[in-house]
């Protein structure tokens, strides 16, 4: 049985059919398309069934709704003239429209966002400050430690640490849990139509929240360490967290829709965030690498922390990381738009 | 509300992707497109259920549409079709209206939340801002009758408490289109009632139900209009009551050899 019936093509759903005619619907063992008790064909008896019934409609005093129930007693006409069906927007326009629509619903993933904060850490008498005794105990004992071992002085290795830490954490969190966007709320979008966009922006949401808690730390440490800060530049934090969010929005959904469809995904994302947490200069200096260190900027993680870390130390910011930050951003929201685009109706069946 | 809402479906059809084992991973689908060999066979051979073939059919204002057909007639997945859900693999499915879906219990509802906070959150999901959900939630109280249980955690509520604080958030702003899967008649008769008094409301202010359910009884009630569904076809839609007989009359004839058919597959 072909998947195209020959007919009028009625939508972008058909264009995707057209592509890959050699798909063929296969019958799965013990189905039965037998048809029931040998009469006309359905399309026939629900038309002579229809034209037995009569009223039923609570309001027939408009010629609108009068129009529609001759419609329905009668068998739907192909051709599209007396029934009309709107124009489908395009792919590119319904993932837009997807957008923008989820934006408009901040309430609700801002919403959802604090109750998985408050649920991470039911029951715990700190609650979510949890997350930032955690954070604190894993700097101190780190920065003992590696200082040591680096033969670096305290005062300059902890305050790189801890605020290089805190914000891999944001960003390697969105990548990690990206790849759940869409699997993790699996009950929502089989019972609900939702912007699907939503998640994503709760999943962003809720790692800048884990971010500001973990941000606690970061004001402490300067203040036992101090730092000359230049407090005009730390205005620059203001863009380069603007572009990590986009970044986190594209990248979880591009995540979220290939985790959704393979499941053997996400372990292989984990082991390459593992593997990037070493050779992300965190807990070890850039500048150990001598003139290795330009390559580092190939690693657009360190590109992303280093344009919040360095004003935040009064560091300079390395040449070319907020050019390829840039870049990133557009390459990934392009990719994952447009991915997007393409895939967003078939996500409810991956899930 | 709309002064016209109606739901239309043209040759709607639905192939379900029915994805396991290998076909989940990504492995297996590179190498698939890489080898086009041996290896490949196990990604590529996809199966798709076809849940729904051709399903065409339009009702208007104050229709009151009963699915009905045996399990795995195709019913859950028409009205996920008709929720939006799901988009059809064919064909055009077009509705006018404010659609609320009832088609899961649980679906927003966090267990660990008291009734009230979820009557807040489910509200929400169905798209309506918090501040407006407070000032409904009184009166989503009083329809549950749920009384100082709305101030314990939903995990405590037994089922039937559960399908009276869904069903009261969900009707709580008349639907244009109302579309209920068939856990409602799992309440009892006293709620069924209430409920079903409520729906006869929203039908006069010319709104569309759409009821799954094989509660025959209950369809007859509550419906005007029937649509009996077979293996994802529309057998017959037509008058509750003809529908219904022609459910009771298909059941019949149609058992025996679907349960041979079944018998030899296994």
Redo the contacts between chains.
């Keep these: 049985m072909p998947l195209i019936e020959p007919g009028e093509p009625t939508g972008h759903q058909n264009r995707r059919r057209l592509r890959y005619p050699t798909r063929r619907w296969t019958r799965p063992e013990g189905y039965v398309i037998a048809r029931v008790g040998g009469g006309p064909e359905p399309r026939r008896r629900r038309a002579q069934a229809g034209t037995v019934e009569k009223g039923g409609y609570a309001g027939q005093t408009e010629s609108a709704v009068a129009g529609l129930t001759d419609l329905s007693s009668v068998s739907v006409p192909r051709t599209g003239s007396v029934v009309e069906f709107p124009e489908l927007p395009t792919r590119l326009g319904c993932a837009a429209s997807d957008i923008v629509e989820g934006l408009g619903r901040y309430w609700l993933w801002t919403r959802l966002a604090h109750q998985d904060m408050r649920l991470r850490y039911r029951g715990s008498i700190l609650g979510p400050f949890w997350q930032t005794i955690t954070t604190a105990i894993m700097i101190g004992s780190m920065g003992f430690i590696y200082a040591r071992l680096f033969h670096v002085e305290l005062e300059n290795y902890l305050p790189m640490l801890s605020v290089g830490l805190i914000l891999w954490q944001f960003t390697s969190g969105m990548i990690n849990e990206g790849c759940g966007t869409f699997e993790a709320v699996q009950g929502v979008i089989q019972q609900v139509k939702l912007p699907f966009s939503l998640h994503a922006y709760r999943l962003v949401y809720r790692n800048l929240l884990v971010l500001a808690h973990n941000f606690v730390i970061v004001p402490v440490v300067l203040l036992i360490f101090p730092h000359p800060i230049d407090w005009l530049r730390l205005l620059v934090l203001i863009p380069a967290l603007v572009l990590i969010v986009i970044n986190g929005i594209a990248v979880s959904t591009l995540l979220g829709m290939i985790c959704a469809r393979f499941r053997d995904v996400p372990p292989i994302v984990g082991s390459i965030v593992q593997v990037l947490f070493f050779v992300t200069p965190i807990f070890w200096l850039a500048s150990s690498l001598g003139p290795h260190g330009r390559w580092l900027v190939l690693n657009p993680l360190y590109c992303a922390i280093d344009v919040m870390r360095s004003p935040l130390l009064g560091q300079p910011t390395s040449p070319h990381s907020w050019t390829i930050l840039i870049a990133v951003t557009v390459l990934t929201s392009v990719a994952s738009f447009l991915f997007f685009a393409r895939f967003r109706s078939r996500i409810a069946f991956w899930v | 509300m709309s002064?016209?809402s109606?739901l239309?479906l043209?040759?709607v059809t639905l192939?379900?992707?029915?994805?396991q084992g290998s076909s989940?991973?990504?492995?297996k689908?590179l190498l698939a497109s890489s080898t086009r060999g041996n290896l490949g066979r196990d990604a590529a051979?996809r199966?798709?259920?076809?849940a729904l073939s051709?399903v065409?059919?339009?009702?208007?204002?104050?229709?009151r549409l009963a699915l009905i057909g045996a399990n795995g007639a195709g019913k859950t997945t028409l009205l996920?079709v008709l929720?939006?859900?799901?988009?059809?693999?064919?064909?055009?499915f077009?509705c006018s209206g404010r659609?609320s879906?009832l088609?899961?219990t649980?679906?927003?509802l966090?267990p660990?939340?008291t009734g009230w906070e979820n009557i807040i959150?489910r509200g929400?999901?169905?798209?309506i801002?918090?501040g407006e959900m407070r000032a409904l939630a009184g009166g989503i109280a009083e329809f549950t009758e749920l009384g100082d249980y709305l101030d314990m955690p939903v995990r405590t509520y037994s089922a039937g408490m559960m399908i009276r604080l869904a069903f009261s958030i969900s009707t709580c702003v008349p639907p244009d289109i109302l579309i209920m899967d068939e856990w409602l008649s799992a309440g009892d008769a006293q709620f069924l009632g209430k409920a079903q008094r409520r729906i006869e409301e929203f039908?006069?202010?010319?709104s569309i139900l759409v009821l799954a359910s094989h509660s025959l009884e209950l369809v007859e009630q509550w419906c005007?209009?029937g649509l009996l569904l077979?293996?994802g076809?529309?057998?017959?839609?037509?008058?509750v009551k003809?529908?219904v007989a022609a459910y009771r009359?298909?059941m019949d004839?149609?058992t025996p050899?679907?349960l041979t058919?079944?018998a030899t597959?296994?």
């Design positions: 002064p016209v109606f239309r043209r040759d192939d379900f992707p029915i994805y989940r991973s990504l492995k689908a051979e199966v798709n259920v076809r051709e065409s059919f339009e009702i208007g204002n104050g229709d996920k929720a939006g859900v799901y988009e059809p693999t064919q064909g055009r077009f659609v879906s088609l899961d649980s679906v927003g966090n660990d939340a959150l929400m999901y169905m798209g801002h918090p039908v006069r202010r010319s005007n209009r077979h293996h076809r529309v057998v017959t839609i037509g008058p003809e529908v009359q298909l004839i149609a050899p679907d058919a079944i597959a296994v």
